[in-house]
């Protein structure tokens, strides 16, 4: 013993180098100096019991001497008082002797018996501060939305940012609580809150289609006072002026077309403008999978701690009923000692009576004393060692229980954040769908109600091209009918010589370039008829596609060009049936003429009979060119 205090004590002069050198195992939580000191401590603990031992053991060994020495009554008395003091001193030794500064239990082996998973590195400590200033940002974020200028945008998203601002209070009350990072958590619905900054920022169909709306009422208006003049005109017997209040209704309603179209290009760049908002699923898919992945790993981080946590329960009662069995144990070979010393004092009484028959069993006993009492201070030292490391372990197991409890607490908070956050990012997707529906119906309705509005305006501009084109294949054909009439007086002014038929060669002349007037702006007005049709075929399909039943322009138009030229034909058979009568008689007279032509003894034949060189057949040129018309 005392060659183990010479030992010890030698090894607090060792260098620094080589005590840093030992510490190293024991340096995993903490700092080289610290690990110096409780070194240092610990050795000048092992050198008090030691030096415990050492005292305890030198007086057994006293004791052995005793026994070998002489016996009288005087040795008996001095054995006595080292018996005595061998009993202080053994309690002594009992209660003075302390392992508590030696390293008996550490978390490595508190994780390598009790099986654990979890390291401190993955678990969340008191010290460590919460991070949610990016929850605040979004609340910033969602307060901002809140105060848009535009008022009546918002309006179908307040309830939406309402809530989700609670919910986002919640969420920073729960994180201020723990010691979590939120900065993965607020990142999920900044892409969610974007598009509902952007679906805030679409343009209203209402307020682009204003100004379209009024230069529509307007033209409306002038059509109306068009119409009334064209009247007005056509009553009069003014013609030409109803003739160009017909062109300038065309050019209206060719106007009006144009602005349909454009209201077609303004709902057509909403519906564009609403078109990215139909893909939100995507947005909220890809938000609840990260919140997923987020969620799972919080609840295998929550496993994986209630497991080394239900461990460390199993373990905290193992050791609890080991050390009950110990201190039973120790107590019961405690007993079993002082019965033994006792049993061993009335033997060497009885020894010192039988002294001079019993010497070499009094040196027997007093040698079983000494391994005895050796025993029982190893025993003592283990024991005392056994505490210190039990204590150890229950500091262990506390502080290491006590962080896997907080990182539970924190997994739950961060399971509670994530729900909350999942349920705003799902409310402010369902508002957007919502908004991007309501929209898309609100622009399948005007679009309806547009092509309703091209359809009444197509009806009008189509029946007042129709009654146009109407009226310049009339006044065509009168011009032919004067073409014709003016050939036939200018082929009986030829046929007599007659000085009229200079003036009916330049009326003639004249209609014919007033027919190709009229030809080009007939052509004009068939090819805005059809281009108007053409641009109507989509509007078409798309009303009956709508299921609207409506009559065609075109069908209307031939209609009423069809109940028009009855009209005419009623007004000129009443006018013209002095007319036929005449005609009829006229063309008896022609045919008795073709029959004297065609008999032997007609005058006509005798003329050429005659007369080889007569004129050429003029005559019958012109019956033939009077008798086709009047055919």
């Known amino acids: ?90 309690a002594a030794v009992e209660t003075g002797t302390k392992w508590n500064l030696t390293q008996a239990y550490d978390l490595p082996k508190l994780m390598r018996v009790c099986g654990l998973e979890m390291g401190q590195r993955e678990l969340y400590k008191p010290e460590d501060k919460p991070q949610f200033m990016d929850i605040i940002a979004l609340k910033k974020t969602l307060q901002e939305l809140k105060q848009n200028k535009n ?14 601002i609670d919910k986002v209070e919640k969420t920073e009350e729960e994180l201020r609580r723990s010691q979590l990072d939120a900065t993965q958590l607020s990142a999920v619905p900044v892409s969610t809150l974007k598009q509902v ?49 017909m062109y300038l209704k065309v050019q209206l309603l060719e106007k009006l077309v144009e602005l349909i179209k ?49 461990h460390i329960h199993d373990a905290i009662q193992k050791a609890d009923l080991e050390d009950a069995e110990a201190l039973k144990r120790f107590a019961s070979n405690k007993d079993k000692s ?24 009094l040196q027997k006993l007093g040698t079983e004393r000494f391994e005895e009492i050796k025993r029982r201070i190893d025993e003592n030292d283990r024991e005392e060692k ?84 109407y009226k310049k294949e009339k006044k065509l054909e009168s011009i032919d009918r004067d073409i014709r009439t003016n050939h036939i007086q200018l082929e009986f002014c030829i046929e007599t010589f007659d000085a009229n038929a200079k003036k009916h060669a330049d009326q003639k002349k004249q209609l014919y370039v007033v027919r190709a007037q009229t030809e080009e702006e007939l052509k004009m007005l068939k090819d805005k008829q059809q281009n108007a049709t053409e641009e109507f075929k989509p509007t078409e399909t798309a009303l009956l596609e709508a299921g609207i039943e409506f009559v065609h322009p075109q069908d209307e138009a031939t209609e009423e060009t069809l109940n028009r030229r009855s009209k005419m034909v009623e007004y000129r058979a009443h006018l013209n049936k002095q007319e036929e009568v005449k005609i009829a008689a006229e063309r008896e007279e022609i045919k008795r003429a073709k029959t004297l032509k065609q008999s032997p003894t007609s005058p006509q ?26 055919t």
């Open 197 to 245: 900054e952007d679906i805030m920022n679409v343009t209203n169909i209402q307020t682009a289609l204003s100004s379209t709306e009024d230069q529509v009422k307007a033209i409306l208006e002038q059509i109306e006072k068009v119409t009334e003049i064209q009247n007005v005109a056509l009553s009069d017997g003014e013609m030409q002026v109803a003739e160009e209040q």
């Open 151 to 164: 008022k009546t945008r918002i309006v179908s998203f307040t309830n939406m940012i309402d809530n989700t």
């Open 1 to 90: 013993l005392s060659r183990q205090i010479e030992v010890v004590s030698g090894s607090t002069r060792r260098p620094a180098q080589q005590l840093s050198t030992w510490s190293q195992p024991m340096s995993s939580y903490n700092s080289t100096t610290e690990d110096d000191v409780t070194l240092e401590a610990a050795r000048k603990q092992k050198i008090h019991n030691l030096k415990l031992k050492t005292a305890c053991l030198e007086n057994e060994e006293y004791i052995q001497e005793l026994h070998v020495s002489d016996w009288s009554e005087t040795q008996k008395g001095k054995l006595l008082a080292a018996h005595e003091k061998a009993a202080e001193l053994l």
């Open 262 to 310: 454009t209201k077609f290009y303004i709902v057509k760049t909403v519906r564009d403008e609403n078109q990215p908002f139909s893909r939100i699923y995507e947005t909220q898919k890809k938000s609840h999978q990260e919140l997923t992945q987020m969620k799972e790993a919080k609840k295998r981080l929550k496993q994986r701690c209630e497991t080394d946590l239900k």
């Open 338 to 361: 002082e019965r033994f010393i006792q049993d061993n004092l009335e033997k060497q009484d009885e020894a010192w009576r039988k002294i001079q028959d019993l010497e070499r069993q």
């Open 605 to 630: 034949k005798l003329y050429n009979a005659q007369s080889p060189r007569t004129p050429p057949s003029t005559g019958r040129q012109a019956i033939g060119s009077l008798a086709q018309p009047l």
């Open 386 to 469: 056994r505490r210190v490391e039990y204590q150890q372990f229950l500091e262990v197991v506390s502080q290491h229980k006590k962080l896997l409890e907080l990182t539970v607490y924190n997994c739950d908070v961060c399971l509670r954040c994530i729900g909350l956050t999942e349920e705003c990012v799902a409310e402010a997707c369902a508002a957007i769908k919502a908004r991007h529906d309501k929209c898309n119906n609100e622009l399948s309705e005007l679009s309806l109600d547009v092509r309703k509005e091209y359809l009444e305006f197509f009806r009008m501009l189509h029946l007042a091209l129709g009654n146009l084109i």
